[in-house]
């Protein structure tokens, strides 16, 4: 056995006598019990001597020693005397500090042993408000980052802070002021909580490719001017997951104007409201997406907005929504005459052999060949 990967582990146990670990030369731990002491977690790491491969995962420390494992000195004096053929060091630890002196902690790792001997970098996001530190080697190892420009300080000793295994990025209260030297070239999904009206296309082009993104997620407004600009400079197709509010008002600041979003084949609309908007809304919505494949309309009002997705929506295949518990989506329809219904409002795309729906009193989902 030359290969080791535990998924949880606690260190807490005595090792099988039987297993040579000296033929280990690769151990991947994703997660570790951060109850135990550290030092004896140290201790235990300390058998795999022919390491050439190590990498580490602990989403949280909550021991006061913790520190230890989170200091450049430790694991270089560690590494020298029980891991000398350590080729390639990763790590993730996050965990509560107090009391510390950050720019003394960046010290323990710009040694000549991890800048030059080594050549592992090191990056450092604080968040000062809530005394939480992130600590991770360069790459980041993660599929998932949340970068919050109001909470988070940050210290490298990577000229570049590269994040290529990063699929899923959120960005909170970021701002022109915040854009930092990460680059996230592989970003798939896209989550934007609060992003402030200074940053344009171009400046967050900057630290992440957005033509890769195959979903964003819009989870409060958003300037307008860098929703359309995304969208039309993105040749390839992308979903959308947006309130309903939140995505026509962005369709009035631009005073409804004639552009059509293509490459858009999957939209996630929240909270639709018919009662509170005009049809003539919905059908402009159906215009700008023309080419929608997939619908999802969660905690939406009425089921009466179906005809004007069904005429307007050439190429819809599927079709999903739901309700709040207060009320039932059909409530003033039997249920034994909305397979007619549905073929009679459906301008024609619906026939009886092509369709299929399935329904319970909140939600419906139509399903069409």
């Known amino acids: 056995m030359k290969s080791i990967h535990i998924h949880v582990t606690k260190f807490d146990t005595p090792f099988n006598k039987e297993i040579n670990f ?7 731990i994703d997660k570790f019990d951060s109850e135990q002491r550290n030092r004896f ?14 990498e580490l995962k602990c ?3 909550y021991r006061y020693d913790a520190s ?17 053929q350590l080729e390639i060091f990763k790590f993730f630890f996050a965990t509560y500090v107090f009391h510390i002196n950050i720019k003394e902690f960046i010290k323990t790792f710009m040694t000549e042993f ?20 992130y600590l991770y080697t360069v790459p980041y190892s993660n599929d998932q980052f949340i970068f919050d420009g109001k909470l988070f300080h940050q210290e490298s000793t990577a000229k570049i802070n590269d994040m290529l295994n990063v699929h899923y990025l959120i960005l909170r209260n970021i701002s022109k ?34 033509s890769s993104i195959q979903t964003i997620i819009i989870k409060n407004e958003i300037d307008s001017e860098l929703f359309f600009d995304i969208l039309k400079k993105h040749q390839r197709k992308i979903s959308i997951d947006i309130s309903y509010i939140d995505l026509m008002n962005i369709l009035r600041i631009r005073d409804f104007i004639d552009v059509q979003f ?17 049809k003539k809304d919905t059908i402009y919505l159906c215009k700008v997406f023309p080419n929608i494949k997939q619908l999802i309309m969660n905690y939406s009002d009425s089921w009466k907005v179906i005809p004007v997705l069904l005429w307007n929506l050439k190429k819809l295949s599927f079709l999903s929504m739901s ?16 397979f007619e219904w549905l073929i009679e409002q459906s301008g024609g795309k619906l026939k009886k052999n092509n369709f299929y729906y399935e329904m319970s009193k909140y939600t419906f989902r139509l399903i069409i060949d």
């Open 22 to 28: 000296k033929t280990i030369n690769r151990l991947k």
């Open 68 to 84: 230890i494992l989170i200091d450049g000195y430790t694991w270089e004096n560690f590494i020298r005397k029980n891991l000398p």
């Open 114 to 133: 991890w800048l030059i001997e080594k050549k592992w970098y090191v990056t450092w996001n604080y968040d000062s408000i809530n005394n939480f530190l």
């Open 262 to 278: 293509k490459q858009v084949e999957q939209l996630k609309i929240d909270h639709f409201q018919l009662l509170k908007s005009e």
């Open 323 to 338: 309700t709040s518990d207060e009320m039932s989506l059909f409530q003033d329809m039997h249920e034994s005459a909305i």
């Open 177 to 210: 002021l915040t854009i930092s030297n990460d680059r996230f070239p592989n970003i798939q999904i896209l989550e934007i909580d609060s992003i402030s009206t200074d940053v344009d296309y171009n400046q967050l082009n900057l630290i992440l490719n957005l």
């Open 41 to 54: 977690f140290l201790e235990k790491l300390s058998v795999f001597s022919q390491l050439k491969y190590l």
């Open 59 to 61: 989403d949280r420390f």
